[in-house]
T-cell receptor
Framework: DAKTTQPNSMESNEEEPVHLPCNHS???????IHWYRQLPSQGPEYVIH???SNVNNRMASLAIAEDRKSSTLILHRATLRDAAVYYC??????????FGGGTRLMVKP | DTGVSQDPRHKITKRGQNVTFRCDPI?????LYWYRQTLGQGPEFLTY????????KSRLLSDRFSAERPKGSFSTLEIQRTEQGDSAMYLC?????????????FGPGTRLTVT
């Protein structure tokens, strides 16, 4: 499985934008880039996914580098409820998700 | 609520006992997945079904673990002769084949404690 690299932790101030980076230099042409987050004591929550183009939804935006070797999850205005572990995952035709360590996002009021 | 549900939410059992967990996926989803998560780690894939067919089970942790989805709707995960190392959160997720590359939707999990 192609792997992703994320910082262990990041801090943000409430109501400010947050950019969560992910490196995936061995990504293949058929890998989708998925982001999930997991709040304390809850199951993971699907956030967004993309293949080549940038994507927006009600939760976040996903910016994908032109060479696809990195991507950034953008939370436009962090709230205290966004404090969670964020996982960047490459998913291909196989159906399993391979979770790494993720980035623990702390949001300060 | 139309999300993925799991039952029970918590289970405490003694070593050597058998346990069974249930997962009800989102109704229109034909794929169902089981994951295990230990403290401080990301979820680890165990197995998945498309409709009633179990298409991947090589990641089940041992032959003590088995899963079924008899009518292509709900699924059960059974652990026989539980061991203390089985203590973990067991997560179920579902997805649709209709959305290429689409997301999986997780339930709240069943926390198992083996004493």
């Amino acid at each position: 499985d192609a792997k992703t690299t994320q910082p262990n932790s990041m801090e943000s101030n409430e109501e400010e934008p947050v950019h969560l980076p992910c490196n995936h230099s061995t990504i293949s042409g058929t890998d989708y880039i998925h982001w999930y987050r997991q709040l304390p004591s809850q199951g993971p929550e699907y956030v967004i996914h993309g293949l080549t183009s940038n994507v927006n939804n009600r939760m976040a935006s996903l910016a994908i580098a032109e060479d696809r070797k990195s991507s950034t999850l953008i939370l436009h205005r962090a709230t205290l409820r966004d404090a969670a572990v964020y996982y960047c995952i490459l998913k291909n035709a196989g159906n399993m998700l391979t979770f790494g360590g993720g980035t623990r996002l702390m949001v300060k009021p | 609520d139309t999300g993925v549900s799991q039952d029970p939410r918590h289970k405490i059992t003694k070593r050597g006992q058998n346990v069974t967990f249930r997962c009800d996926p989102i109704s229109e989803h034909n794929r169902l997945y089981w994951y295990r998560q230990t403290l401080g780690q990301g979820p680890e894939f165990l197995t998945y079904f498309q409709n009633e067919a179990q298409l991947e089970k090589s990641r089940l942790l041992s032959d003590r673990f088995s899963a079924e989805r008899p009518k292509g709707s709900f699924s059960t995960l059974e652990i026989q002769r539980t061991e203390q190392g089985d203590s973990a959160m067991y997560l179920c997720a579902s997805s649709s084949t209709g959305t290429r590359g689409g997301g999986q939707y997780f339930g709240p999990g069943t926390r198992l404690t083996v004493t």
